[in-house]
C-alpha cells in the first residue's frame, strides 16, 4: 500500500524546481513548514535522501532525488490525465493546470486573464510561471506547464501555437527625445540614436533583426532583461527601446513621461498566442483555457495593449 501522496509528490516537484522550500512556497502558496514537513515524510517512506540541505544555498538534489523528481512528474502528469479523464466522463472542468506566460507582457496580461478563468472554472487549480521563450519552450516539453501565453518567436515543430493577437512593433522614447514629435518613425531614423535593448533570448534577435533587414547596426547603448527596467531607462533618457506591447500608462515605472510611436515600413509584427504540446487540447482544462483566452481578445479585454485580435481559425 502506497503510503504517500500526490500532494506530497507535487511540493516535493516544487522544491526540486525552485531550488528552497521558501521559493517552492511562495509558488504554490503553501506554508513552508507543510512543505518541509512532506519532504522529510517522502525520504523516511522512500528510505533515501532526496536533497543535499545547504544551509546558505537552500536546497541541491541528490543523484536519487534527481531521479525521483522525473518519476514524480511522470506520476502528476498520469494523475492529472485521470482527472481529463473524469472530466470528459462528467462534462466537467476540473483538476490542475500550470500556465506559463512570457516575462514581457505577464503584469498586463495573465493576472486579469487567470482571475476570469479562475471565476469561471472554480474546480480548476491554476498555477503560473513568468519565463522568457527558451524557458516556455523547455517547461512544456517536461510537461512542467500545461500551456503557455507567448509570441511566435522561433516555435518549435514540435509544440502548436494558437494566434489570438498581432502586435505591430513600436519605439519607446522619453518626452524630450528628438522623435518623440513624431507621429512614426523607421527604423533608419532609429538608427544614429542610442538603444535600450531588451535583451531576452529570441526577443533581442528579432528587434535586432530589424536593423539587419537594412543592411546597418543599431548603436546599443544599454541592455536588460527586465521590462520595467527598460522602460524608466527610456524615461530617464539613456536611449529609445522597441516593444510590441503598450504598458498600461504613458509613465516609465518611476513615474517619467513616455510616447509611444509606430514603427513605419517593412518590420514583421509579432503574434501573442497559446502554445502547448501537439495534443495538449485532449485536456478540458487546457481546451477550457484557450476558449477562454480567445473569448477575452474578441470581447476588448485587452484593449490597452496595441493589438489586433486575429479571426478564430
Partial sequence: ?????????????????????????????????????????????????LFVRQHAQGLSLTQGGRQMLEQARVALREAGA????????????????????????????????????????????????ELNQLEIFSALRRSEIDVALTYDLEVPADLRFDPLLTLPPFALVDEGHALAGRDRVTVADLKDHPMVLLDLPLSSDYFLSFFAEIGVKPMVAERTRDMAVMRSMVGNGFGYSIANVRP???LSPDGKPLRFIP???????????????????????????????????????WPSIGAIAVTAP
Avoid: W
Fill in 1 to 49: 500500500m502506497l503510503r504517500y501522496t500526490l500532494r506530497q509528490l507535487e511540493y516535493f516537484v516544487a522544491v526540486g524546481e525552485a531550488g528552497s522550500i521558501a521559493r517552492a512556497s511562495e509558488r504554490i502558496n503553501v506554508s513552508s513548514p507543510s512543505i518541509s514537513a512532506a519532504i522529510t515524510q517522502l525520504e523516511q517512506e522512500f528510505g533515501l535522501p
Fill in 82 to 129: 485521470l482527472m481529463d479523464i473524469a472530466g470528459d466522463i462528467a462534462g466537467t472542468v476540473r483538476g490542475p493546470m500550470a500556465v506559463g506566460c512570457l516575462v514581457t507582457f505577464a503584469q498586463i496580461v495573465l493576472p486579469t486573464l487567470r482571475r476570469g478563468f479562475e471565476a469561471t472554472f472554480p474546480d480548476v487549480r491554476l498555477r503560473q510561471l
Fill in 248 to 250: 498600461l500608462n504613458p
Fill in 263 to 301: 514603427i513605419a515600413g517593412p518590420v514583421r509584427p509579432l503574434q501573442m498566442g497559446l502554445l502547448m504540446a501537439r495534443d495538449a487540447t485532449k485536456s478540458n482544462a487546457v481546451r477550457a483555457f484557450g476558449e477562454h483566452a480567445r473569448a477575452a481578445v474578441t470581447q476588448g479585454g
